[in-house]
Each structure stands twice: as C-alpha cells, then as structure tokens.
T-cell receptor
C-alpha cells in the first residue's frame, strides 16, 4: 500500500530534551515536506526536500532540523524543544512529474506536547 | 508570496442539503494547482478534489465540485447531498507549478463543517 508513515503518533516530552519524529514513504517520491498545524493558522511548512541531500527552509523553520540521506526517509529533529513547538505535525510527500497532478500524500500526523 | 484565505471559520449544513465553502487566493503566477483537503476527527489529511489552473472546466468528484474563477482568484467547494461523514475541517490549498517552489503547499486556515440531522 502506498503510504507515508510517521512515528510516533503521540509524544509528550519535556523542554530541552532532543527528539526525532520519523517519516518514511514507499512511493519513490522526490519531494518531502514537514508541516505543523495550529488552531486558526492552518498548516505551515517547516522544511522541505526536493531530493536526497537537498533540503530547504519553509515558513517556520526556527527550532527544527531535517535530513534527507535516503530518498524514502525525512526525519524531523527538535534539538531543544520548547512549549511553543507543541503542535500537530504532518509529513507529506509528492511525485512531481508531468501528469502527477501535484497532490501530496500525508502521513497520519504526530501530536507533540512539550511541557 | 502566495496567500490563501478561507473567511468562514465554521459552517453548518443539514443532512442531504448543499453547502458551499469559500476560498480565495492571491498569486502573480499563471500556472498552479488548487486543492481541497478534508481533515476528519481522525486528523488524516484526505485529498477531496484538485483543479489545474490552466483548465477552464471545473473539477468534480462525485458529490464534490468546485467553482474556479481564475480572474477573481476564487476557488469554492460545493458539497451536494451532505452526509454525516462529511463533517470535518476543510482546507483550501495552493501549489505553484514552478520547479523549485513547487514543493510548497500553501494552506488556508480551514473551515469546520458541521452536518446536522
């Protein structure tokens, strides 16, 4: 089954304790991206990657890191989480080619709470 | 930079009735894609319908259709014969067709749709 797998689905952590949210896709997509969803703000892009070893900042990158060592994986790293990073996080991937119609496939989301 | 505006934070519709969710966007580009995503309580993001800007014909998917007005930069979603399972948050989204910026989906703030008996 074609999918984007995100783990964990729920995470409660303390301020300053490094964490990683994993994301993996099995569709051979070039594009991968991380979004955070907050009430009243919709989804905002954190980082994106156009291919292996190619990453760039989105609209809200402060406090986050990413890596793209393999095409299928795109982990999100919070080196020193703070309470303002409490949010719902989504990983998404996309094939960008003629006829692909440009849609994203989303993971199931990670609810992160930083106390 | 592109922006997407959903001016209706909440909408309500009776079962079997029709409802229209509004979306406007701002862009200087001529080639792009527009999407409506549904987010039920399970929080999964589900693609409802998509529209290519170069197509004049409005997209339809079963009970879901759009009214795409390119000159007015408007992209509304019409849900016909509403069902209880349509209750969800709906997001309008924009994606450029240009390589480089093409990876970014810009979302509106969402409209929460309630379906009543």
């Amino acid at each position: 089954e074609a999918q984007v797998t995100q783990n964990p689905r729920y995470l409660i952590t303390v301020t300053g304790k490094k964490l990683t949210v994993t994301c993996s896709q099995n569709m051979n997509h070039e594009y991968m991206s991380w979004y955070r969803q907050d009430p009243g703000l919709g989804l905002r892009q954190i980082y994106y990657s156009m291919n292996v070893e190619v990453t760039d900042k989105g609209d809200v990158p402060e406090g986050y890191k990413v890596s793209r060592k393999e095409k299928r994986n795109f982990p999100l790293i919070l080196e020193s989480p703070s309470p303002n990073q409490t949010s719902l996080y989504f990983c998404a991937s996309s094939l960008w080619a003629e006829g692909s119609l440009g849609g994203y496939t989303f993971g199931s989301g990670t609810r992160l709470t930083v106390v | 930079a592109q922006t997407v505006t959903q001016s209706q934070p909440e909408m309500s519709v009776q079962e079997a009735e029709t409802v229209t969710l509004s979306c406007t966007y701002d862009t200087s580009e001529s080639d792009y894609y527009l999407f409506w995503y549904k987010q039920p309580p399970s929080r999964q993001m589900i693609l409802v319908i998509r529209q290519e800007a170069y197509k004049q014909q409005n997209a339809t998917e079963n009970r879901f259709s759009v009214n795409f007005q390119k000159a007015a930069k408007s992209f509304s979603l019409k849900i016909s014969d509403s069902q209880l399972g349509d209750a969800a948050m709906y997001f309008c989204a924009y994606r450029s067709d240009r390589t480089g910026t093409a990876s970014k989906l810009t979302f509106g703030t969402g409209t929460r749709l309630q379906v009543t008996l």
